[in-house]
């Protein structure tokens, strides 16, 4: 099983959808959260951190479900500039700083 | 909004050359890292440096793989005798905290011949 994993789409959607990514991550020991969003050929931009509560910064919803391993993100009113792929990022273990990244979830949103 | 510098943006090498990637972390960040990422692939982990020494690495980073942080300053990642396999795009991560999220820098295209 990969350490960190995601539906690598890509999701197409309208400008003005609603869209929702998954992420599994497979240790149970993993204490930080993150999704990062990576635009062609540069690098990866922290978008939020990911907290047991759930927390939400304008129209990004992520969650975080330990008791299954998984996190989302939610996207209300997709706007063009929305159009990325969104990487789900684990520090897997306290004892460690590398953070693992998953394969990522291309978004295109459409006029 | 401070950042992360990286450069060169693009170096282009004759394998077996030696390259040195340099990075100039945000002043207040104590962690440093340096990931890769091959086109097409997800980014990896290579290496952490924390109070001046490498505190976590991977099997990436081999013995042809070295970081050092000389003047606190710049943080370097060399690479001694490059292959076809190490092109990539190489970033350089900070953070104030172990757990902290972590600043990417722009990153170094490094495409070997």
């Known amino acids: 099983r990969k350490e960190v994993e995601q539906d690598p789409g890509p999701f197409n959607v309208p400008e003005g959808a609603t869209v929702a990514f998954n992420c599994t991550y497979s240790n149970s020991a993993s204490q930080s959260f993150f999704w990062y969003r990576q635009d062609c050929r540069k690098e990866p931009k922290l978008l939020m951190s990911?907290?047991?509560s759930g927390n939400e910064d304008g129209r990004f919803t992520a969650q975080l479900n330990r008791a299954s391993q998984y996190i989302s993100l939610l996207i209300r009113d997709s706007k063009l500039s929305d159009s990325a792929t969104y990487l789900c990022?684990?520090?897997?273990?306290?004892?460690?700083?590398?953070?693992?990244f998953g394969s990522g979830t291309r978004l295109q949103v459409q006029p | 909004e401070p950042e992360v510098t990286q450069t060169p943006s693009h170096q282009v090498t004759q394998m077996g050359q030696e390259v040195i990637l340099r990075c100039v972390p945000i002043s207040n960040h104590l962690y440093f890292y340096w990931y890769r990422q091959i086109l097409g692939q997800k980014v990896e982990f290579l290496v952490s440096?924390?109070?001046?020494?490498?505190?976590?690495k991977s099997e990436i980073f081999d013995d042809q793989f070295s970081v050092e942080r000389p003047d606190g300053s710049n943080f370097t990642l060399k690479i001694r005798s490059t292959k076809l396999e190490d092109s990539a795009m190489y970033f350089c991560a900070g953070g104030k905290g172990a757990n902290q999220p972590q600043h990417f820098g722009d990153g170094t295209r490094l495409s070997i011949l």
């Open positions: 440096f924390y109070n001046n020494e490498i505190s976590e």
């Open positions: 990022v684990v520090n897997p273990d306290t004892g460690r700083r590398a953070l693992t």
């Open positions: 990911v907290y047991s």
